[in-house]
Structures are given as C-alpha cells and as structure tokens.
C-alpha cells in the first residue's frame, strides 16, 4: 500500500512564500520519480513540478519555474516545494505523486497524468491579494 500525505498548505498573501512537504511510505522512495500537481476549482488537474528518483534532475511548469524548488529527502522519504512569490493564480489544491514505474528518467514526459501511480489527498494553497 503506498500512502503520500502532503502538509504545510495554508493561506499567504501575494508575494509571501509556502513550504509544502509529502511524507511517502509503502514504495522504496530510492526508486520512484517524484512530483507535485495542482488543481484549481472548475479546471483541470496542472503539473507543477518533478524530482528524479535520485534527485538530481527536476522539472518544472513554466508557470513556476524561478518561483518554486522541488527537493527531496530520501532517508527521510519526504519531498518538499517551496513556493515563493506566491500569486493569486497559485491557488490551488496540490497533490504529491508518485511515478507509476520505477527508475523512471523521461522527464520530459511528466507532465501527462498517466506518468503517475499514486497521489495523495491533496493540501489546499490560497493565495490573497
């Protein structure tokens, strides 16, 4: 049973910064290509951004790159997005996924959600103005 729980969502104000974390458990996180989506009420479900299994490669949507670091922790199974200069346009529920394969190194296919195989809850992010 894999099980991804995100925490650290809130409500910032425009400009302020986020740090969400995705605590990970029944997968051997060494293995697997981790990320983050987001989805805002009435749209469709957006890639936000992608680490490698080693955590030495990342990708991200152009709608935050610049703005957002995706790092993980493997000895901790933990992956974290720190979210600064935060706009109203970030708000958004945002998921932590897993790959759906291991060893997975085609990032440049991450965008599309039949690259994932599990996901968390979700955490809600609202950004004010």
């Known amino acids: 049973q894999v099980q991804l729980v995100e925490s650290g969502g809130g409500l910032v104000q425009t400009g302020g910064s986020l740090r969400l974390s995705c605590a990970a458990s029944?997968?051997?996180?060494?293995?697997?290509?981790m990320g983050w989506f987001r989805q805002a009420p009435g749209k469709e479900r957006e890639f936000v951004a992608g680490?490698?299994?080693?955590?030495?490669?990342?990708y991200y949507a152009d709608s935050v790159k610049g703005r957002f670091i995706i790092s993980r922790d493997n000895d901790k199974a933990t992956m974290v997005l720190q979210m600064n200069s935060l706009k109203p346009e970030d708000t958004a529920v945002y998921y932590c996924?897993?790959?759906?394969?291991?060893?997975?190194?085609?990032?440049?296919?991450?965008?599309?959600?039949?690259?994932?195989?599990?996901w968390g809850q979700g955490t809600q992010v609202t950004v004010s103005s």
């Open positions: 996924a897993s790959a759906n394969f291991p060893w997975r190194y085609d990032m440049g296919t991450m965008s599309t959600p039949d690259y994932w195989g599990s």
């Open positions: 029944g997968l051997p996180v060494t293995m697997y290509t």
């Open positions: 680490i490698s299994w080693s955590g030495g490669s990342t």
